[in-house]
C-alpha cells in the first residue's frame, strides 16, 4: 500500500502524475499495488490490473481538513485493507507519515520511507512554527518506526542523522530518484514558439526562495548584458506576490522583456522544453536529495548548471554530466550559464555524458527494480 496526494494524468503540472507513473512501473514487480489518494482528477485507462486506487472520503472543512486527511490514509492499513504486506511512502506528507507510522507501530506492519528531500529540516537550531514543528515529529516518528530509510544520495545522511540523531544506519538503503528515459530524451521537438532562433535557459519547479530562482534572474542579468540571442524562461507554480517580486527583479535589472514566467507546463510537454533548453539551471538553496527536474534534463541532453548541495553532486559530477557551483554565487553561476553557451562542445559533450549517466544509474529500468527488491526484503523478513 502506498499514497499520492491526488492521482491526475500527465496533462496536470504536477509531480502526483509521474508519482503513478513510478507506480505503475512498480506494479510490474509485484504482486498487487494499492495507492490510496483522497483527491482523483483523472483516472488513466490503461491503468495494470494488479494497481487499484483507493480513494477515502475528502472532507475540504477549513483547519480540520488535515487532521481528517490523517486519519483517511491511516485508517486503510490499519485495517489491514486489500491484504496490506508492506506500506511504502515515497512523497511525504503528514497524513503519509502518519498512515506508515501507525501501521508499523500498531499493527506490527513492514514499512519502508523516503525522504526524498532535507527542506523539512531548514537550517540547524531554526525555531519552527507549530505547523512545521508537528510535521518534524510525526516524521520522526514514522522514520524511527519504519523497517527501511531510503535516501536519494549518499550525501544527504549528514543531514538527515543530524535532524534525525537515533536513526539507525543500519536500516537505511540508498536508492536515487528515477526518471522515465523513454519520455525524457533528446531530439524531441520545441515547444510552440521555440523555433525562432533565441537561445533559452530554461528552469521549472516550485517557484520558491529556496530553489534560488532569484539568484537565477540576477544571474541572468549579467549573461544577458554579453548575449543577445538568450531569454530566461522561470515554470511552475509559487506564491503569487513571490512572483510578482521576481517580475519587480528582473525589470530592475533591465531584464523585464527577456525573462518569460510561463505558469505551470503539464507534464507530457514539459521534455519537449527541456530537450531544446540550451542550458538547465538549477541554482537551489539547499534541501534537496537528488531533484528529479535535474534528472530530466540530463535525461533530454540539456546541459545542466547546479549549485553543490544536498544529494546533487551524485548526478551532476562536475565538469563530466553538468557544471557546480556555489550555493547563493550569483558570478560563479553567470560564468557557468555562459561557458556552456560559448562553448557548443563543451555543451555536447555534458548533455551526452548525462544522457548515459541517467540511462546507467536514474532511470526506471535500474531503480524500480531495487525498489522493488527492497519491498519483497522486508516482507520475508518480517
Given amino acids: 500500500m502506498t499514497f499520492t496526494g491526488k492521482v491526475s494524468g500527465l496533462k496536470a503540472a504536477s509531480l502526483h502524475a509521474q ?4 507506480y505503475v512501473s512498480l506494479a510490474k514487480f509485484l504482486d498487487r499495488i494499492t495507492v490510496v ?28 481538513y488535515g487532521a481528517l486527511k490523517v ?8 485495517l489491514g485493507l486489500r491484504g496490506t504486506d508492506v506500506v511504502y511512502v515515497r512523497t511525504f506528507s503528514p497524513p503519509e507519515l502518519a498512515a506508515l507510522w501507525l501501521a508499523g507501530a500498531l499493527r506490527g506492519l513492514p514499512t519502508v520511507l523516503t525522504i526524498g528531500g532535507t527542506w523539512l529540516f531548514g537550517k540547524p537550531h531554526e525555531r519552527p512554527g507549530p505547523k512545521k514543528a508537528l510535521f518534524r515529529w510525526v516524521l520522526r ?7 527501511k530509510v531510503t535516501l536519494y544520495s549518499k550525501y544527504m545522511l549528514p543531514e538527515v542523522k543530524y535532524f534525525l ?6 536500516k537505511v538503503r ?36 529556496g530553489k534560488g530562482v532569484e539568484d537565477l534572474i540576477d544571474a541572468f ?21 513571490f512572483i510578482q517580486h521576481l517580475r519587480r527583479r528582473a525589470a530592475s535589472l533591465g531584464v523585464g522583456g527577456r525573462v518569460r514566467f510561463p505558469g505551470p507546463i503539464p507534464n507530457e510537454l514539459v521534455p519537449r522544453y527541456m530537450a531544446n533548453a540550451a542550458v538547465f539551471p538549477y541554482p537551489s538553496r539547499g534541501g534537496e536529495g537528488i531533484p528529479r527536474a535535474i534528472l530530466e534534463a540530463m535525461a533530454c541532453g540539456a546541459p545542466v548548471v547546479a549549485t553543490r548541495v544536498s544529494g546533487i553532486p551524485e548526478a551532476v559530477v562536475h565538469g563530466e554530466t553538468g557544471l ?26 555534458l548533455a551526452s555524458q548525462a544522457r548515459a549517466k541517467v540511462e546507467r544509474e536514474f532511470s526506471h529500468d535500474v531503480v524500480i527494480p531495487q525498489i522493488a527488491s527492497l519491498l519483497k526484503e522486508v516482507c520475508d523478513e518480517a
Fill in 19 to 22: 508519482y503513478l507513473e513510478e
Fill in 37 to 64: 489518494t483522497d483527491t482523483v482528477e483523472f483516472l488513466p485507462s490503461d491503468l495494470p490490473p494488479n494497481l487499484e486506487v483507493l480513494k477515502v472520503p475528502r472532507l475540504p472543512i477549513p483547519k480540520l
Fill in 71 to 78: 486519519f483517511g490514509y491511516a485508517l486503510p492499513p490499519l
Fill in 141 to 147: 516518528r514514522a522514520a524511527y518506526t519504519a523497517t
Fill in 165 to 170: 540523531p537515533q536513526l539507525d544506519e543500519g
Fill in 174 to 209: 540508498i536508492v536515487h530518484n528515477s526518471v522515465r528515459t523513454d519520455r525524457f530524451r533528446p531530439g524531441l521537438p520545441p515547444p510552440e514558439g521555440w523555433s525562432d532562433g533565441v537561445r533559452r535557459v530554461f528552469w521549472v519547479g516550485r517557484i520558491n526562495e
Fill in 221 to 241: 542579468a549579467k549573461v544577458a548584458r554579453r548575449t543577445r540571442d538568450v531569454e530566461l524562461w522561470v515554470a511552475g507554480t509559487g506564491e503569487r506576490a
Fill in 324 to 349: 557546480l557551483v556555489g550555493r547563493r554565487d550569483v558570478e560563479g553561476l553567470a560564468s557557468a550559464i555562459e561557458m556552456i553557451l560559448e562553448d557548443k562542445s563543451l555543451a555536447k559533450r
